[in-house]
């Protein structure tokens, strides 16, 4: 007897043990994850970090670079312009992208459009800056020539300045060539120079880029130009690609770091021209102060500081070896197409998570609120290990595997714990109940403990039934069965002889199975009201979605309408709007009644 009941002690306190550790939990995430990893290198999409895809859920603000990101990073010289009647203007730009040492992107698109002139020597060299914006080189008696924006170079010059920002705004990359007779001594401009001619770059915008803004829109990400090159460029090019509210644009030269502005600025901007390195990097740190997780995409070294502070840096494949080191994503082909499926899979990961989340931890809940009453009633534990693992498998186990690979587009939002306790304690503590007073009332009706353990067992198992019907809303197609593969495998060991007698089930008098269902119903229904009251199952993202969905089309359509119509028709776009209000009332009225039903 003292034998067996050392076996009993060890054998409920095993099942108690083990309850309480939500061990698939970790399993799970950790699977997510490289799925989420394997899922996005099919798509040439190259996770260096596998915590970026949590980074991924969460993103709110996406921070483009313009060039090699927005456009394809081809730049080539679309016309050369001479400001003064010279012969010197095409060599000396041959001569000064042939001698730089640290030759850019731009650099080198001249240097294929001109070749190095003969007889042009250089005797001193001043790289190009992206702090300065110049790059110079003397070439003795040639004179000294300095090629670079015209802002920078010829600032007092109104007339160069403004004929730059006019090319500009048709999206043009404008550099401006000058000429002195003084040497290049330091990293200053040389005195006495005098504009000779202005160079006009072009680049090609992305076949893809659009389909991937309208994206980003829909998702409620909101999304941001920062580039080095001149604003009105970069407005341009914003334009062309559909930004929302492109006409935003700062001057990122009128900006200080010190400003007690430069916050609210970064915020309500879109587009940001003549943005220094340094700068870019304060950038996305007031992005962040303000509670945005922020990505950054860009190609070149001069991004590598905003990429490495950025939530999420994400590189271009053909872009500098330095930017693809410190980014978490790089996306392998260049393809800014998968910048949607990078966002889809780290939303489908977390969100997915969290779905099964709820599972474990209330199971850990109800575990250890049963070895508490079981402890103050002084009774034996109502389950052996293998009725929790069966319990815990067709419950939890096996739908979280799927459930955790299915798709959403929900983006990930803060209080993951706490939603997942707000669901987790009051299901696992009527889960709790209803388990124990069944316990309890069998054992009260005189029957063997291996019949109070199988009503505990069948009273844990549909309460855990009725928590997954929760979590799976809504119930599609492949979750219905799912759900009724598991109730169907739990019947089938009940019915198979082999499966009672290995999971230690017998059946008790009818009664109590009666009984049994009875309690489920009522613990059922108080775990609908307490989460009703909480608050939880308000919280569909389908239906939001449906919402969010409607008001972006009634604003795509008024929008059409006044731009078609013209001022001929203002009053009928106020009655447009006044259109749109009432429909987007009704779109929500009808979706929380759809809610209520479907709750």
């Not at 061990?23 to 997510?32: D, P, R």
């Not at 300045?161 to 043009?172: M, P, S």
């Not at 970069?234 to 010190?258: F, K, M, Q, S």
């Not at 613990?523 to 919280?539: A, D, H, K, P």
Request: net charge positive; hydrophobic share 50%.
């Amino acid at each position: 007897r003292l034998d067996h009941s050392w076996k009993e002690a060890l054998s409920s306190g095993v099942a108690g043990a083990v309850g309480m550790i939500p061990q698939g939990l970790v399993l799970l995430t950790s699977l997510a994850f490289a799925v989420g990893v394997v899922r996005l290198g099919r798509r040439n999409v190259l996770v260096q970090e596998l915590p970026a895809i949590e980074g991924l859920a969460r993103v709110d603000t996406v921070c483009f670079d313009k060039t090699g990101t927005l456009t394809e990073g081809r730049v080539s010289v679309h016309q050369v312009l001479p400001l003064t009647e010279t012969d010197e203007l095409v060599p000396a730009l041959g001569a000064l992208a042939a001698t730089d040492p640290a030759p850019n992107g731009t650099v080198r698109a001249i240097a294929s459009a001109f070749s190095y002139p003969v007889g042009w020597r250089a005797r001193a060299r001043m790289p190009f800056s992206s702090q300065r914006k110049w790059s110079g080189t003397d070439f003795g008696d040639l004179g000294t020539w300095v090629l670079g924006a015209p802002e920078m170079v010829f600032p007092d010059d109104r007339a160069v300045v403004n004929r730059a920002e006019t090319l500009a705004g048709d999206g043009y990359r404008v550099l401006v060539v000058g000429k002195t007779s003084q040497q290049l001594r330091s990293d200053q401009l040389p005195e006495g120079l005098h504009p000779v001619g202005l160079v006009l770059l072009g680049d090609r915008v992305r076949n893809e880029v659009t389909k991937t803004l309208e994206f980003f829109e829909r998702q409620g990400v909101r999304t941001k130009v920062i580039s080095g090159d001149h604003p009105q460029t970069v407005a341009a090019i914003a334009r062309r690609v559909g930004i929302r509210n492109a006409d935003r644009v700062v001057d990122a030269r009128d900006l200080t770091e010190d400003d007690p502005g430069f916050d609210e600025a970064i915020e309500q901007g879109v587009v940001f021209g003549r943005v220094t390195p340094h700068k870019k990097r304060r950038m996305v740190a007031a992005l962040q102060a303000r509670g945005h997780t922020v990505a950054m995409t860009g190609d070149g070294v001069n991004d590598v500081l905003a990429l490495k502070d950025a939530d999420i840096g994400i590189a271009m494949g053909s872009g500098s070896s330095a930017s693809r080191a410190v980014a978490e994503v790089v996306l392998v082909d260049g393809d800014f197409d998968h910048l949607p499926a990078v966002v889809a899979e780290g939303r489908r990961v977390i969100a997915n998570i969290e779905r099964v989340a709820n599972l474990f931890v209330t199971k850990t809940v109800y575990t250890m609120l049963l070895v508490v009453a079981v402890a103050l009633a002084g009774q034996a534990f109502p389950f052996l290990p293998r009725h929790l693992s069966l319990v815990g498998s067709i419950t939890i186990g096996i739908p979280a595997f799927f459930l955790a690979l299915e798709p959403t587009a929900h983006r990930a939002r803060r209080g993951f714990v706490f939603r997942v306790m707000r669901f987790a304690v009051p299901t696992g503590t009527l889960a709790a109940f209803a388990a124990f007073a069944a316990y309890s009332l069998a054992l009260a009706e005189g029957v063997p403990l291996v019949e109070g353990r199988t009503v505990a067992t069948l009273v844990l198992s549909g309460m855990g039934f009725f928590a997954l019907l929760i979590v799976s809303r809504p119930l599609t197609a492949i979750r219905r069965i799912l759900i009724g593969g598991m109730i169907f495998f739990l019947l089938l060991i009940i019915v198979v002889p082999a499966g009672r007698e290995f999971f230690a089930i017998e059946l008790p008098a009818l009664v109590l199975l009666l009984a049994a269902g009875g309690i489920v119903g009522v613990s059922g229904g108080f775990i609908y009201f307490s989460l009703r009251t909480m608050g939880w199952l308000q919280q569909v993202p389908q239906l939001r979605a449906i919402v969010e969905e409607s008001e972006v089309v009634l604003t795509r359509v008024e929008r059409k309408v006044v731009e078609v119509a013209g001022p001929v028709v203002k009053r009928a776009g106020a009655s447009v709007r006044s259109a749109r209000q009432r429909s987007v009332a009704a779109v929500k009225t009808s979706t929380m009644r759809a809610g209520r039903e479907v709750q």
